[in-house]
């Protein structure tokens, strides 16, 4: 099977397991934040990994570049929900702290990315 370019990219796959650690942890939030909390989260988590793969496609790289940087305002729109459901107690502290570790080494390859994107 042909595997695409954005497949290839550690970021992106570091990004996917985020998405799966996400809705692996959301399934224990109360059901009251199924359309709330529970559905921000994902769809955040999601976008960061959509956002790489679109990039991927782009013919420039100023355009590569700008995806990037869409990626990385999602994940840090995961890390501000994160930080939120730790406050409202919906994970505990071990999880936060997990969950973090894989936030800031996405967050720096997605820095190097799009550090190499606009270096082209």
Known sequence: ???YYFEKLTVWQDAKDLVVMTYKLTQKFPKQEMYGLTSQLQRAAV???ANISEGSSRSTSKDQANFSTMAYA????VLNLIII???????DADE???FRQQIDMVA???N???KKQ???
Do not use: G, H
């Open 112 to 114: 190097a990315l799009r």
């Open 96 to 98: 936060y702290v997990v």
């Open 47 to 49: 976008s960061v990994t």
């Open 118 to 120: 606009k270096d082209s």
């Open 108 to 110: 720096n390859k997605i």
């Open 74 to 77: 999602s994940l840090m729109e």
């Open 85 to 91: 459901a730790l406050e409202l107690e919906y994970i």
């Open 1 to 3: 099977m042909y595997q």
